[in-house]
């Protein structure tokens, strides 16, 4: 330990009782983290099946359990667990749903199966009322508010019935053995409160836990955390008030206000030495968040020196501005004689993102866009993943609904409304009447003979994934359904061909999974529902990162332009009328703290909206990063010359040259 600061020593070394890390943007959290594991097993003796480390995304987990493999070189870490919260629930789910009513093979629906369940259940085909109540659902499951405690908060009519639909809901999600990604906390909540022996044997399991981002938990996820430490109260959570930017999908920054109530003897360290930021931003940063109403005083600073002053353009337009940072960038990086991906440009919201797009391809400069569509979520992989689903649990009605009919098998709408009815009557799932002697009574004769075949091809694959791995049932699968000559048959010869290659790369991925992990197909499937292709590696490539600020949140770039600097944008329009700018300010917050080496602000005086220019006012936390070391230009006040900047340019601009001469 000895190149770790005091502070990240004494958060390392205390096992006292519970424990706060206040740990600022670059302060070496995660290295906390996992230097405390290898502490925990290698110097105070943790069985490693003891210990659990609980982060949000797939791809923080992996890199954490890299780095704890690093550090315990040559020791075994069997049974340690670094997950997701998400992950987690569902191991609890899998060994102890019995106890509430589940098989352990339950499915796990998607944001786009449950969407379809509750429009069926409201009765409406506009997506934006569906959303709603969607978001609605999510967040009543995430507050642990039940159908009936919702019904009996509702202030008005459509409160009472969106309560119903909720009700309706969970309901369906039950009768088809299925839960949401909401359920995956919420559920094993259940479990732990209701169920002493589940929660004595969990709890005895896992004896300590870490929490990583803990300002990003909501009300489920901290009730999941007091349950498992009970008494014991065995925990480090590490978390920043400061980065707390997801209050908009649950994430409550109160559990970090209730931790000293909850536990009177909570131990508190702070981080406040930075390793990412120059001097100049950090004190633009800690100005800036100074305006915030404080849970805990931190000051961040650095030893890295002071880095280059911070620049502020203004521009005429949206689209001046997206071609005023491409070409600052280009100059910049020949100054600096940087790669393409040593620069970031961050942003408010999606839409900004396309007039950098347009001037950065005309450039020829290389990018990477953060976000966009889930490689789950295109449609020829749910295609596939429905009869992995239903090979999983034939409970899995809309797993069934669309493995029926991709591609078509003969068995129309017509067929499929005459089973559902007869399901409905029975109280089965479509697939278990399919076994039934009384079905033949409620279709036709040609309608039943597809759906018999349909039944034993699912019956055999079934029987297979169960015993044999990915690899092997895969390819057999994929020639029996004929999907790739589907494809060919529904769309242009180059499309068919991308889509093909995308389920390719799926079937490879599962059956390395299968491989790696020794598990069946069945094993594998379940997984699947879990991981989130945006948590995949971005890939090697020299290129610029485009990003919202929240899916920046965790990443570092040695040079960012943070663009759309406006009142409406940044703060959000919608979040002033909701007072939520402390959010807004925090979001900021997080924006400048990626920068290492150089931070570049713009904004617009005028912005288009439909056809026409809309005048813009400056964002208000322009001005509450201090004016010390704020360089504008274009349309704002003139700075005066800095020097020393232009002299580093100059040597900088004069050595290339050189070199190029030689």
């Not at 006292?16 to 230097?35: F, H, N």
């Not at 085909?125 to 659902?137: E, F, G, I, N």
């Amino acid at each position: 330990m000895s190149s770790l600061n005091p502070a990240q020593r004494a958060a390392i070394r205390y096992l006292d009782g519970p424990l706060l890390v206040l740990a600022g943007a670059g302060s070496g959290k995660t290295r906390v983290i996992t230097e405390k594991i290898a502490y925990l097993i290698d110097t105070c003796g943790f069985n490693p099946g003891n210990l659990a480390a609980i982060t949000f995304t797939n791809k923080a987990a992996k890199e954490m359990q890299a780095r704890v493999d690093k550090l315990l070189a040559g020791r075994s870490t069997k049974g340690l667990t670094i997950s997701t919260f998400h992950s987690l629930g569902v191991r609890i789910l899998r060994e102890e749903v019995k106890a509430i009513g589940y098989k352990p093979n339950f499915s796990i629906f998607d944001a786009t199966d449950c969407f379809a369940v509750l429009a069926e259940i409201a009765g409406s085909t506009d997506k934006a009322t569906v959303r709603r109540l969607q978001t609605l659902v999510s967040n009543w499951k995430n507050a642990l508010v039940t159908p009936e405690l919702a019904r009996k908060n509702a202030q008005n009519e459509t409160e009472l019935r969106a309560a119903d639909a909720f009700a309706a809901y969970c309901t369906t999600l039950r009768a088809y053995q299925a839960v949401d990604f909401d359920d995956l906390i919420a559920l094993p909540v259940t479990l732990l409160r209701d169920h002493a022996a589940v929660r004595e044997k969990w709890q005895n399991r896992l004896r300590y836990l870490l929490i990583d981002e803990y300002q990003d938990t909501n009300a489920a996820q901290y009730q999941m955390l007091r349950l498992l430490t009970g008494a014991r109260a065995a925990f480090t959570a590490v978390g920043d008030d400061d980065q707390a930017i997801y209050g908009w999908r649950g994430a409550d920054i109160a559990n970090l206000r209730e931790l000293p109530r909850d536990y009177p003897n909570l131990k508190l360290i702070k981080l406040e030495q930075n390793y990412r930021s120059s001097v100049r931003i950090l004190q633009a940063a800690n100005a800036l968040i100074a305006h915030n109403e404080k849970l805990f005083d931190k000051q961040l600073w650095s030893e890295l020196g002071p880095g280059e002053p911070i620049t502020v353009s203004v521009c005429a337009n949206g689209e001046k501005e997206a071609e005023s940072v491409v070409m600052k960038l280009q100059a910049h990086r020949f100054q600096q004689r940087g790669a393409f991906g040593d620069y970031a440009i961050l942003y408010r919201g999606n839409f900004q993102a396309r007039a950098l797009e347009q001037f950065l391809r005309e450039q020829r400069i290389p990018y990477l866009v953060s976000g966009g569509q889930s490689f789950f979520d295109k449609t020829e992989i749910k295609d596939l993943s429905c009869y992995l689903r239903l090979l999983n649990n034939t409970d899995d009605d809309p797993a069934f609904l669309r493995a029926v009919s991709v591609p078509r098998r003969g068995v129309g709408a017509a067929t499929l409304q005459a089973l559902g009815n007869y399901a409905g009557q029975r109280q089965r799932s479509f697939f278990a009447v399919l076994g039934e002697h009384g079905l033949a009574q409620h279709v036709q004769e040609r309608q039943l003979a597809p759906l018999l075949e349909f039944h034993d091809f699912i019956e055999r694959f079934r029987q297979r994934a169960a015993r044999e791995a990915p690899a092997l049932v895969l390819p057999e699968l994929l020639a029996a359904i004929g999907y790739e000559a589907w494809l060919l048959s529904q769309d242009e010869p180059r499309t068919a061909r991308t889509r093909w290659a995308n389920v390719v790369e799926f079937v490879d991925w599962l059956a390395a999974k299968g491989a790696e992990e020794g598990k069946t197909l069945s094993e594998a499937t379940q997984a699947i529902a879990l991981v989130n292709m945006l948590d995949r590696a971005t890939p090697e490539v020299d290129a610029v990162r485009l990003s919202t600020l929240h899916a920046a949140k965790g990443l570092e770039f040695k040079h960012v332009f943070l663009i759309g600097l406006e009142e409406g944008i940044l703060p959000h329009r919608e979040a002033q009328i909701d007072n939520r700018i402390e959010e807004e300010r925090r979001l900021m917050y997080v924006g400048v703290t990626r920068a290492q080496r150089s931070l570049h602000l713009s904004y617009c005086e005028k912005r288009r909206q439909g056809r026409e220019l809309i005048p813009c006012r400056s964002s208000r936390f322009i001005d509450e990063l201090g004016r010390a070391d704020l360089r504008f230009s274009g349309g704002g006040e003139p700075s005066p010359p800095d020097r020393s900047l232009n002299a580093e340019r100059f040597a900088g601009l004069k050595a290339i040259l050189n070199k190029q001469a030689g």
